[in-house]
């Protein structure tokens, strides 16, 4: 068991740096928190580590409404940054799982997304700018806060999903979306996962592609259509499936499981692995991606096995939550990529004795 | 400095006699790039794929020799010049596509494919690229890769990071590796993210795993005038605040315009203050209710002569004005410096005065063609390079524009990347600790800093610019 005992909850980015800081040169470690909903994932940390809590850093930086830009602290709720944009119309398309509660903070270092990453992506597409505290103190900033930028390394794009591991994030700025004109929900039931699989593809192709699409292992589909009133109106009819309530999303987005993989495939080889994963396993897809959530049964011997075929098609299975003796037994990312010593130099030049989550991400 | 002739005879064996140049003569056309400085390379050297790639590299860096790599050296930044000498990797012999895959709707490309090429062959299959710089009939797909570019219709899309899914790359050690792929996960640091983009500073790019889209059933297309840039400023801010997200949404000053419409006779209005090119796609529904939109917003903004393109042709001639802009501003004086900046949308009427200002101050005509939706502004400064000491003039003058786009809040580069051109303003929008960041980042990739020496990083060292105009090429080749 790893103990933290003593936490930080600093109050602005300068002090968030200074305690990151001081814990190196006492070479001690931290584990950075924010809403604490993917706080396990990864591997168990290798070490004690401090408490270090970004939900101190709470403000709406900058809001320009004209512009469609928002600048953050990272210890914002995703909730309350989106009631603020809400306020003018926008939103920030980002719908994970796991929620609510989740700090944006949190959001970037993880990595996570939902069902809306098959219409606008992941955060990787719309963070436009960053501001990190590393462990020798300073702060460091990339991006900006325009929605196109090539100036200088596009270090959004190392710091997102890297848990962390390059310096603590306590700024953001992304770019948002005026909430579409219609936003429409359809499901369609199924005995036979293979006609829940036909008809999800079915929706996949509509000439105006839906937003989202998620399948489940009930037989379910769910589908979503943003655009004109006409256009999705017309989608609608042309697919036949029932209406349902918008909250099936609000739903959809507390679905945590206990011991949880994440699959991640190229889109077309995403069937023959979750068709694999045995007839009373529960899970979530979202075929158009080629991503699906796996509540796992078994213990670590099913993970190993599924990563291996899923490996072998091009793709990796990562655990997001779950006790950590089952993250220790089945490993939280599996084989590590052949880059892993590129990865290794980036973190050493940043984090060079691995005083922010040692042992927790893959390098 | 020439190589060492022992080092030109392991280039030579590496790629093949016929495919190393060294004589000065032939090193000459490779001075320049589509921007304002140049350098004569040592050796240009040409190989036909990955494995020569890495050879060449290997060599470079056992004796410590820079490598810049080089497409079709339409880079706007300086990106592709040989500031510190060394060899231009040339890749337009790796010009294959390699697969369009229909199914999973990917492509998989060598670097010195054209980014309209790839289109066409996609367009069989009912897909396209999305990334469209004005260059693209010229450009290619590795240069696109390195510097990030962007294009009109980036505004809906996204620019070429949004689309790249996967690369075959060369490390400064000629180490091969695939960052990324077909999956949208993967496992550990986003590699691919950061070398995207990266200028050729970090790696030397081989293969291009690309994402194609659907194309669109329907597109509608609408030229509208307004009587002043500003008023079609605030015409752009009002459309996306109306929530609506054109396709494209372009702008043209009077300059531009009456040039255009010179060479193109596309029926752009001459008589306006500015133009827009706004264009919306999807299904017939929802062009017809968002172009109805379009249309009702900017007549609130003081839009007039709006005309939609009835027919494919008119489109493509619609588009032609706009992509050929530039090359029809040598009508007003034979050569331009086109600069690239992005402020915050709404500050585009502020910034477009302030460029006329400067424009007004140093007595340089200057054109506006840009992407009015990103914000992304690219002024031209035209001039006459047999006039006496222009030049000093037209680099004052962009770079006070630069300036302007940094104290309103932008950004020093939206698509054309840093290179030679900006390095020096980096510390403009970053912090000596945001640049040691980036630094940190360039010594893991490159420890002994072989990967195009010079570039992006400002050089506190750095001699007076070369300018290429000085060696008198520069007169007779066409600036664009």
Known sequence: MVSRATAEKPATAEELARRLHEAAEAGLAVFPVGGGRAAEMGDPPARDCIELRTTALDRVLEHSQADMVVSVEAGITLEALQAELAKSGQFLPLDPFNSPGHTIGGLLAAGWTGPLRLRYGSPRDFLIGIRVALPDGRLATAGGRVVKNVSGYDLMKLHYGALGTLGVIVAASFKVFPKPLQDVTVESAHESMVDAWVAAERALAMPMPPAAVELFSNGRVLARFLGSPDATKRMVADLGWKAVDAAAWDLHSKAAPARWARIAMPRHQLRSIVDNLGAGEQWWASPGTGIANWDVAGGADDVRAVRTAAGAAGGSVVLLAGPSEFRHDAGAWGTPPATLHLMRRLRSAFDPNHVINPGRFVV | ?480
């Not at chain 2, 030109?8 to 032939?26: P, Y």
């Not at chain 2, 470079?60 to 080089?70: D, E, F, G, T």
């Not at chain 2, 709006?306 to 501003?329: F, H, T, Y």
């Open chain 2, 1 to 480: 400095m020439p190589l060492d002739k022992a080092v030109l005879e392991e280039l030579r064996r590496a790629v093949g006699r016929e495919h190393v140049i060294d004589s000065s003569n032939d090193l000459r056309i490779f001075e320049r790039d589509a921007s304002i400085e140049g350098a004569v390379p040592d050796a240009v050297v040409l190989p036909a794929n990955t494995a020569e790639v890495s050879s060449v590299i290997r060599v470079a860096a056992k004796h410590r020799i820079p490598v810049v790599l080089r497409g079709a050296g339409t880079g706007l930044s300086g990106g592709a010049v040989t500031v510190r000498g060394g060899i231009a990797l040339q890749v337009t012999r790796m010009r294959r596509i390699l697969e369009i895959d229909p199914i999973a709707q990917t492509a998989l490309v060598e670097p010195g494919v054209v980014n309209q090429e790839l289109s066409l062959a996609a367009a069989s299959h009912r897909l396209f690229y999305a990334p469209d710089p004005s260059s693209q009939k010229a450009c290619t797909i590795g240069g696109n890769a390195a510097e990030n570019s962007g294009g009109p219709h980036c505004l809906y899309y996204g620019v070429t990071t949004n689309h790249v899914l996967g690369m075959e790359v060369v490390f400064a050690d000629g180490s091969v590796q695939w960052v990324s792929g077909d999956a949208p996960e993967r496992v550990g640091l986003d590699l691919c993210g950061v070398l995207v983009g990266s200028e050729g500073t970090l790696c030397a790019i081989t293969k291009i795993k690309v994402r194609l889209l659907r194309m669109p059933p329907s597109v509608a297309t609408l030229l509208a005038a307004f009587p002043t840039i500003e008023a079609a400023s605030q015409a752009v801010s009002a459309v996306i605040a109306a929530g609506i997200v054109p396709a494209a949404l372009e702008m043209m000053d009077q300059v531009c315009v009456g040039a255009v419409e010179a060479h193109y006779h596309a029926g752009y209005p001459t008589d306006a203050g500015a133009v827009l090119l706004a264009e919306v796609d999807g299904i017939p529904e929802s062009t017809v209710e968002l172009m109805a939109a379009v249309r009702s917003v900017l007549a609130q903004n003081q839009g007039y002569a709006m005309r939609e393109a009835q027919s494919p042709v008119e489109r493509d001639l619609l588009w032609a004005g706009r992509k050929g802009a530039i090359g029809a501003l040598g009508r007003i004086k034979p050569n331009y410096y086109l600069h690239d900046g992005v402020v915050p949308r709404s500050k585009l009427p502020q910034i477009l005065s302030a460029v006329g200002e400067i424009g007004t101050h140093y007595k340089l005509p200057v054109a506006n063609v840009f992407h009015a939706g990103d914000g992304n502004l690219h002024p031209n400064i035209l001039f006459d390079l047999r006039e006496r000491d222009v030049l000093p003039q037209v680099e004052s003058a962009g770079e006070e524009m630069l300036r302007a786009v940094v104290e309103l809040g932008g950004a020093l580069s939206g698509e054309h990347g840093i290179g030679l051109e900006k390095s020096a303003f980096m510390p403009w929008v970053y912090s000596p600790d945001d640049l040691d960041a980036m630094r940190r980042v360039k010594d893991a990739f490159d420890a002994h800093g072989i990967m195009n020496p010079g570039k992006i990083f400002p050089d506190p060292e750095r001699k007076v610019p070369h300018l290429a105009g000085r060696t008198g090429l520069a007169i007779e080749a066409k600036w664009w």
